[in-house]
């Protein structure tokens, strides 16, 4: 039995509701078919449950390496040498404590925050705000700027290693983990402008004049109205800006002197060179290196996917 409640519009007609033999209603849907219960929202994986089943077995072979870089860390040197393939039990947390304390990690790990968040910062903000100016602005110089940021994404920024090596030489930021993130924001910029500016310019324009209208100015009109509506996509900057500059080991092996300012993956190489034989260690310091990253992707994996699948849908 179909039922149409009475004061609604020939377009509200097509949402029909649907009695079920429990005396339940729920919506049919447009074709006047029911839907199933409990189902709302959800949608059949691409491929079918043949794409599923591949999926899930290629994520459990991607994840072999993981699980025994993991279990490898919590059992002593002894054992892994004679048994490589045991497993970690009792858990032993010898190799964290020296690769911690003796292997200097603590002091890598900071570095490595204060330069990716630092650089990871910079970065986004700036690139936030330019994008909003190049998105709104009108002016044929604003597409000018913007040819001019996107240009630099044709530049492989490793290939600019030997300028901005006697650039840094010459303003004195030559071992400075300031002078690295700047270099690390500066070259991220690209990417972000062109991420965020295609954002920016499917927000309706009628949202900034109804802030005017309400006495807001540019600045919060900005900051309270704008950004909160491309949070998705400047998270999705921001992760995809982190992973790299974490990983990165080329700009400070030949930027940073000093070995109280190396970052994780410098520090792990030092290490690695001299334990080359402690692998309980080794494996520990992999895992600390491991660690921020995955931490990362759980947490804003679901502004990952919301930025993404937004960029597709526009």
């Known amino acids: 039995m179909s039922v149409v409640p009475a004061g609604i519009g020939a377009a509200d007609e097509r949402t029909d509701v649907t009695s079920t033999p429990e005396g339940v209603l729920t919506p049919s849907g447009p074709s006047g078919r029911r839907g199933p ?86 970065s986004t903000t700036v690139s936030t705000m330019a994008a909003y100016a190049l998105a709104r602005g009108r002016s044929r110089i ?21 300028p901005i090596f006697y650039l840094f030489d010459g303003v004195g930021l030559i071992d400075s983990r300031l002078g690295l993130a700047l270099m690390y924001g500066a070259s991220g910029v690209p990417f972000s402008i062109f991420v965020l500016t295609t954002f ?28 909160p509506l491309v949070r998705p996509a400047v998270a999705t900057v921001a992760v995809f800006r982190f992973v790299p500059i974490w990983n990165d080991f080329l700009f400070p092996l030949v930027l940073l002197r000093s070995q109280d300012k190396y970052t994780l993956p410098v520090g792990l190489t030092t290490f690695f060179g001299e334990n080359a034989t402690n692998y309980a260690a080794v494996f520990a310091g992999l895992v600390i290196t491991t660690i921020p990253l995955i931490v990362l992707f759980l947490v804003a994996t679901k502004q990952i996917v919301a930025g993404l699948t937004a960029g597709m849908a526009k």
Do not use: C
């Not at 190799?95 to 304390?101: G, K, L, P, Q, S």
């Open 37 to 122: 219960r409990g189902t709302r929202g959800r949608q059949k994986p691409v491929g079918g449950r043949t794409a599923s089943v591949l999926l899930w077995v290629y994520a459990a072979f991607a994840l072999i390496p993981l699980l025994l870089m993991v279990s490898s860390s919590f059992r002593s040197n002894g054992d892994l040498i004679s048994d490589p393939l045991g497993a970690p039990w009792p858990l032993s947390f010898d190799a964290y404590r020296e690769a911690w304390t003796a292997g200097n990690f603590a002091t890598y790990f900071g570095n490595s925050l204060l330069v990716t968040i630092g650089a990871v910062l910079l």
């Open 200 to 227: 920016f310019r499917q927000l309706p324009a009628e949202l900034e004049e109804a802030a005017t209208l309400d006495g807001a100015g540019s600045w919060r009109t900005f900051w309270r109205i704008m950004v």
């Open 142 to 162: 604003f597409r000018w700027l913007e040819s001019l940021f996107l240009s630099g994404l044709m530049l492989p920024i490793h290939l600019a290693i030997l």
